[in-house]
C-alpha cells in the first residue's frame, strides 16, 4: 500500500507516496480497455453492442518525462485520459501508479494518490465555471482536499500559483470571462498544479489556441516540468507539437497503440505505415522543402470502433495488406530486420523502416 | 492508397495580368455594441483573379473572417456596419448593389465553403436533396435531372459509391465526406470564386490532405478564383499563390508564397513562422510572440503591433505604417521591413 | 444561460467535433484586453485609459444585472410591483376606508369623491377592496412560485443529474401530471378542501404547476453536467453535493429563473380564476378574482366594479411577464 503510517496528514501530499527515481515508470497501464455499451429501449435497456474505444493499451510514464499520445479523432486518446482520471470506469486492464495497483486501493491512499495525476482540459473556454472566480478555481482543489494547505494559507498559494503560470496575482478576483484563451489555458494548468501533482494528463492543451499563444503555453508547460520535475501524458492531434514537448510518443489508431517510441524513433524512423501516413500528411510551413517530401493520402476513413476491422485495425486503409492483416492481429513489439532507431514496438506485420520528414 | 509527388505549382500560374476577379478596396467594417465600438477591419484591400489562389492568414479577432463575410454579404448588420471601402466584382462595386443583384452573385457567381460542414448542412434533409435543390431552385430542372446532377457532382468530389448514398443524411457522413459535400453544394453552381472559411481545419490531418487536394484540383480544372482563409500556415503553404497576412483588421505583409516563407518582411509573419513547431526539426524552446492579440476596441496607437513587437521604436508607437510596396505584389506594412527582412527566420 | 459565456468565444481553430462553432468572428468577444500575459508587460497596451470597464471583476449574474439596469422594461415593471407589492403590505397608507365596511344602502353606486371607484352590490367601497385584495394576489402569485421552483427545481434537478432509472420514473411522474390540467386540478383539489385560505390556493397551484419548471430544470441540468468545468470538478475528486451546489446549480439555474418570473403572473391570475368561479379564496377574504365575480351580477348598472379590479389584476400580471421578459434577456442575451 502506498499509505505510510506517519505521514497521513502531512502538508506536502508526495510524503504519503514512495518516491520514484527519474526516468523509472510512475505510471504503468497495462492491456487498458474501455467498452461502451450500445443499448436499445428505455426502461428496460438490452446491450446490443459496444464501441471499443480502448482496446488493450500498454505504456509506462517515466518519472519527468513526456510521453505524447497521438492519434486522429476517434482513436480513443482522450478516452485513455478519461479513465487515468477515473472519470470513466475500466472496462479491463489496470493502471499502476508506482506499483500500486488504483483499483485495489481504496480510503484516503486512494485520494493521495488521484491528488497526485492531475488533468488540464483542452478547452480554456468550457473549463473554467463562468461563475466562479479565479480565485475560487484556483482554490477549489484545497475545498476538496483540505490537507494540502491549511485555509489561512489559500490566498496566498492561489496568487504563487498565478505567478508561476504567468499571470497576474492580483487578478484573483476576475472571472474566466475577462480572460483571453489562452490565459484561461494558464489559469487551467494553474488549477492542475494547485495540488502538487507529480503527473499532469494534458488533454489537447493548446490545440484551442492561436497560433501565437500556443507556444507561450507550450514554453510554459516546459517550463513547469524543468521546475517541479512533472511527468507530462500530453494527448495532441498535432504531430508537431508532439513532438516539439515529447520524450517519448505513442501513435494511436481505433483503441489500441500503432507504434511507440523515442521521438527519434518514431518521426525520424517510423515503421508503421499508419504513422507514416500521419506524418506525411502533416502541413509543413515550407512550399519549397514540401517538395522534397512523399505524401502518403490515404484513402477512406477509420472505420467505426463499434465495429473494427478484424486482425489488424489498420488494413482496410493500409497499402501493404495482405491475407494474414485480416486473420491475425500484429503484436506491439520489436519487428525483425529492423535494426538502429527503427528497432521499436511496432505493431505491423510489415513494418519497414521509412524516412518521411526529411531531417534524420 | 496511392502514392503521389507534391504536385508542383509552377510559379505563377494565375492569370496576373488579367483583370482582377474580385478587387476588395480599402475596406473598412467595425461593430457597434453596447460595450464599445469594435474596428474590425481597417483598411483591408486585396485582390484575386480567375484560377488564383489567394489565403488570408490571421489569428482569430484578424477581421479574415468579417471581410469574407463582407464580401458574401452575411454579415450581421448591425452589429456590423461598412464604413467604408469598395468590394468590386468584376469591377462592379457589390456594396452599392440592390438587394436582388447580390442575391444573384451569391451562391451562384461567388459561393462559400465553411469550416463546420455539420452545422452548414441541414440535418433534417438528405444530401442528394440539398443539392438537388440547387439545380431545381436557380437552374430549373427536373427532379429527375436534378438528382442526375447531384450524383454527378458527388462523383466529382470523390464520395465512394455516389448513387447509393445520395439519399444519406449528413450525420450519416464523415467529417471529410460532409466537407466534400460542402464542396459540392458550393460547386454546383459553377461559381467564378470561391471563398473557403477555413476549409479543413475541423479534420484529422489524413483527412485535412485529401480535402485540400481535392479542392486545389476543383480550382484549377474549373479555372476559378479562391480566397482560402485560415490560420494555417502549413495548409497555405501547398496550395496558395499568394498570401496576405491580416492582424488586428489589417493587412500586414502580402506577398507570393514562396518570397512570404523564404523571406517575411512583416514582424508578425516572422514570429508566426518562428512560433510554430515543426516536425523537422525540433528546437529547444519555442519562440513566442509576447503579449496577446489586441482587444478591437483598443487597436494600440499607430501599429497594431507594436506591443508585441522586437522591433518596435517610437515611431511604430505613434505612426500607422503603410503598407510598403517591396516588389511586384509583395508588400510590408512595417516601418523596419528593410531590417526584418535582412534577419534569419529561425525555426 | 449555461452557455452564454459561448457567446464571447472566439472564433477558434478546433478539431472537437461537438463543439458548436459559430461561423461568424465577432469582435464583440475580443475582450481580451489583458495587460499582457506575462507580468513584465504590464501597460503594453500603451494609452492609460486602456483600463476599461472590463477591469473590475464582474461575474456572470452582475453581468445580468448591469443588464437589467438598461432595460427600460425592467424599470416599468419594477417600479409598477413595487406599488403593488407597497400597496399589498401597507394597504392602509392608501385608504382609510374599512373594505368591510358595507352599508347596505351604498348599493351600485358610481365614481365619486367619497367612492373613487364607486361601491359594489352589497355597498363596500371598490376602490379600498381593490387596494386589500393586491394582498391575496401577491401571496398566491410569490408563494406558489417559490413552491414550484422548489419542487420542479428539486425534481428536474436530480432527474437531470443522475440519470437512469431515476430519471425515467420521475419524467414518468412529470409526464402524468402534465396531463392534468391546471385549473381543473385545482378545482378539484380546493372543492375537496373544507378551509380554504390563501394557503390552500398556494397548495393547490403549486402540487399541480411544477411540471414545467421540472423539465426545464433538468434539461439545463443535463446539458450542465457535460461540460468541461464540471468534468474538471470531478477529476478533482469533487463529491457529489460540491459539484451540484457550486457548479452544476448556479450555471442551471438561469431559465427556470426566468420561466418562474413568468408563471408568476399566471398563478395570479389562475388565483383569479378561481375565485371567480368561486371555488377559490372564501368570501372573507379579499381578492380581485371573487370582486370580479361578484360584479358581474351587476354589470350593466354599474361597470366600474368589475372595470377597476380587472385593471389591478392585469397590471400586475403584465407587470410580472414583462419583469420575466426582462430577466430573460439578461440572462440570456442571445435571445434578444
Wanted: with cysteine.
Amino acid at each position: 500500500m502506498a499509505e505510510s503510517p506517519n505521514g497521513a496528514t502531512s502538508a506536502d501530499p508526495r510524503k504519503i507516496v514512495k518516491p520514484v527515481a527519474q526516468g523509472e515508470p510512475i505510471l504503468q497501464v497495462r492491456g487498458l480497455v474501455k467498452h461502451f455499451p450500445i443499448t436499445q429501449g428505455i426502461l428496460f435497456q438490452k446491450k446490443i453492442g459496444a464501441v471499443k474505444a480502448v482496446d488493450g493499451v500498454t505504456f509506462d510514464l517515466m518519472k519527468g518525462e513526456t510521453l505524447g499520445l497521438v492519434g486522429e479523432s476517434g482513436c480513443g486518446k482522450s478516452t485513455v485520459a478519461r479513465l487515468l482520471m477515473n472519470l470513466e470506469s475500466i472496462t479491463a486492464g489496470s493502471v499502476l501508479y508506482k506499483g500500486d495497483d488504483l483499483a485495489k486501493l481504496s480510503g484516503r491512499a486512494l485520494k493521495a494518490v488521484r491528488r497526485n495525476i492531475q488533468m488540464v482540459f483542452q478547452d480554456p473556454y468550457t473549463s473554467l465555471n463562468p461563475r466562479m472566480t479565479v480565485a475560487d478555481i484556483i482554490g477549489e482543489p484545497y475545498d476538496i482536499h483540505p490537507e494540502v494547505a491549511p485555509r489561512g494559507d489559500r490566498k496566498r498559494r492561489v496568487q504563487e500559483l498565478l505567478e508561476l503560470v504567468g499571470l497576474n496575482p492580483e487578478h484573483i478576483n476576475r472571472y474566466p470571462h475577462q480572460f483571453s484563451g489562452g490565459q484561461r489555458q494558464r489559469i487551467g494548468i494553474a488549477r492542475g498544479l494547485a495540488l502538487n501533482p507529480e503527473i499532469i494528463i494534458a488533454d489537447e492543451p493548446v490545440s484551442a489556441l492561436d497560433v501565437s499563444v500556443q507556444a507561450q503555453v507550450v514554453n510554459l508547460l516546459e517550463k513547469l516540468q524543468n521546475e517541479l520535475g512533472l511527468s507530462y501524458l500530453f494527448i495532441a492531434h498535432d504531430l508537431s507539437v508532439v513532438r516539439h514537448i515529447s520524450d517519448r510518443v505513442a501513435v494511436m489508431y481505433l483503441g489500441r497503440i500503432a507504434e511507440i517510441g523515442t521521438d527519434a524513433q518514431i518521426y525520424d524512423h517510423p515503421t508503421h505505415p499508419y504513422t507514416q501516413a500521419l506524418l506525411s500528411a502533416v502541413p509543413v510551413p515550407d512550399p519549397d522543402g514540401r517538395e522534397h517530401r512523399e505524401r502518403i493520402i490515404l484513402t477512406g476513413d477509420v472505420p467505426s470502433p463499434a465495429n473494427p476491422p478484424s486482425g489488424c485495425r489498420f488494413r482496410t486503409r493500409c497499402w501493404k495488406a495482405q491475407d494474414i492483416c485480416a486473420e491475425q492481429e500484429p503484436l506491439l513489439e520489436i519487428r525483425k530486420g529492423l535494426s538502429g532507431l527503427g528497432a521499436h514496438d511496432s505493431a505491423c506485420h510489415f513494418a519497414e523502416e521509412k524516412d518521411i520528414v526529411g531531417a534524420a | 492508397m496511392t502514392t503521389i509527388d507534391t504536385k508542383n505549382k509552377p510559379e505563377g500560374s494565375g492569370p496576373a495580368a488579367a483583370a482582377p476577379l474580385l478587387e476588395v478596396d480599402n475596406l473598412h467594417v467595425e461593430f457597434r455594441t453596447r460595450d464599445g465600438v469594435a474596428k474590425a477591419i481597417n483598411g483591408v484591400s486585396y485582390d484575386v483573379s480567375a484560377g488564383e489562389t489567394l489565403a488570408v492568414l490571421g489569428e482569430s479577432g484578424s477581421g479574415k473572417s468579417v471581410t469574407a463575410q463582407t464580401i458574401m454579404g452575411i454579415l450581421d448588420m448591425p452589429p456590423g456596419h461598412i464604413t467604408g471601402g469598395e468590394i468590386r466584382f468584376h469591377g462592379k462595386d457589390m456594396l452599392k448593389m440592390s438587394k436582388e443583384e447580390r442575391r444573384k452573385i451569391r451562391g451562384q457567381k461567388i459561393s462559400m465553403i465553411f469550416q463546420d460542414a455539420l452545422s452548414a448542412l441541414n440535418p433534417v434533409y438528405s444530401v442528394g436533396f440539398q443539392l438537388a435543390e440547387m439545380f431545381t431552385v436557380h437552374r430549373g430542372m427536373s427532379k429527375k435531372d436534378a438528382k442526375l446532377k447531384s450524383i454527378e457532382l458527388m462523383d466529382q468530389v470523390r464520395i465512394p459509391a455516389a448513387k447509393d448514398r445520395v439519399n444519406d443524411y449528413p450525420h450519416q457522413f464523415s467529417g471529410g465526406m460532409r466537407q466534400r459535400i460542402m464542396i459540392a453544394m458550393a460547386l454546383a453552381l459553377d461559381p467564378e470564386l470561391i471563398i473557403a472559411d477555413e476549409p479543413t481545419t475541423a479534420l484529422d490531418v489524413t483527412v485535412q490532405a485529401q480535402v485540400m487536394d481535392l479542392l486545389a484540383e476543383l480550382q484549377r480544372e474549373r479555372n476559378m478564383g479562391l480566397i482560402l482563409i485560415t490560420h494555417d500556415l502549413g495548409v497555405v503553404a501547398d496550395v496558395a499563390d499568394k498570401i496576405a497576412v491580416m492582424y488586428a483588421g489589417r493587412i500586414v505583409e502580402q506577398a507570393p508564397v514562396r518570397e512570404l516563407y523564404r523571406q517575411p518582411t512583416h514582424p508578425y509573419t516572422k514570429g508566426l513562422l518562428e512560433s510554430i513547431p515543426r516536425l523537422d526539426h525540433k528546437g529547444r524552446e519555442l519562440y513566442a510572440i509576447k503579449g496577446l492579440p489586441p482587444n478591437l476596441m483598443r487597436i494600440p496607437s499607430g501599429c497594431a503591433f507594436n506591443p508585441r513587437c522586437p522591433y518596435a521604436q517610437d515611431v511604430c508607437r505613434s505612426e500607422i505604417p503603410p503598407l510598403h510596396e517591396i516588389s511586384v505584389g509583395r508588400g510590408s506594412a512595417c516601418h523596419f521591413w528593410e531590417t526584418v527582412m535582412e534577419g534569419e527566420v529561425r525555426g | 444561460m449555461p452557455d452564454m459565456n459561448k457567446q464571447q468565444r472566439e472564433q477558434l481553430p478546433t478539431r472537437s467535433d461537438e463543439q458548436p462553432q459559430s461561423a461568424i468572428e465577432l469582435p464583440g468577444m475580443l475582450l481580451a484586453d489583458e495587460e499582457g500575459t506575462t507580468l513584465e508587460k504590464r501597460g503594453a497596451y500603451s494609452a492609460p485609459d486602456a483600463r476599461g470597464p472590463q477591469d473590475k471583476p464582474r461575474g456572470a449574474w452582475a453581468e445580468a444585472w448591469r443588464e437589467l439596469r438598461n432595460s427600460p422594461s425592467f424599470y416599468v415593471s419594477g417600479v409598477l410591483l413595487l406599488f403593488l407589492v407597497f400597496m399589498a403590505i401597507f394597504p392602509g397608507v392608501f385608504t382609510n376606508i374599512d373594505p368591510r365596511h358595507c352599508p347596505i344602502l351604498d348599493t351600485n353606486q358610481d365614481p365619486s369623491g367619497d367612492h373613487w371607484f364607486g361601491t359594489n352590490v352589497q355597498g363596500c367601497d371598490v376602490y379600498a377592496r381593490t387596494v386589500y385584495g393586491a394582498r391575496a394576489s401577491i401571496i398566491v402569485g410569490v408563494a406558489t412560485t417559490a413552491l414550484i421552483v422548489v419542487i420542479g427545481g428539486l425534481i428536474g434537478a436530480l432527474s437531470g443529474y443522475f440519470g437512469g432509472w431515476l430519471d425515467t420514473i420521475l419524467a414518468r411522474i412529470t409526464d402524468i401530471f402534465f396531463g392534468i390540467p391546471l385549473l381543473l386540478a385545482a378545482l378539484v383539489f380546493m372543492s375537496s378542501v373544507k378551509d380554504r385560505t390563501v394557503w390552500t390556493v398556494v397548495a393547490a397551484l403549486g402540487v399541480f404547476g411544477w411540471m414545467q419548471i421540472a423539465r426545464i430544470m433538468r434539461g439545463s441540468v443535463i446539458t450542465v453536467k457535460k461540460s468541461d468545468y464540471v468534468v474538471a470538478a470531478r477529476a478533482l475528486g469533487a463529491g457529489t453535493p460540491r459539484i451540484l451546489g457550486r457548479h452544476v446549480l448556479p450555471n442551471a439555474i438561469a431559465p427556470v429563473i426566468v420561466v418562474a418570473t413568468i408563471s408568476l403572473g399566471t398563478f395570479i391570475a389562475t388565483e383569479a380564476t378561481l375565485s371567480f368561479l368561486g371555488i377559490g379564496l372564501p368570501p372573507t377574504e379579499i381578492s380581485w378574482g371573487a370582486d370580479i365575480s361578484s360584479a358581474t351580477t351587476a354589470l350593466r348598472d354599474s361597470p366600474y366594479q368589475l372595470i377597476f379590479p380587472s385593471i389591478f389584476l392585469s397590471v400586475t400580471v403584465f407587470s410580472f411577464i414583462l419583469l420575466g421578459d426582462a430577466v430573460r434577456d439578461a440572462l440570456d442575451p442571445k435571445l434578444r
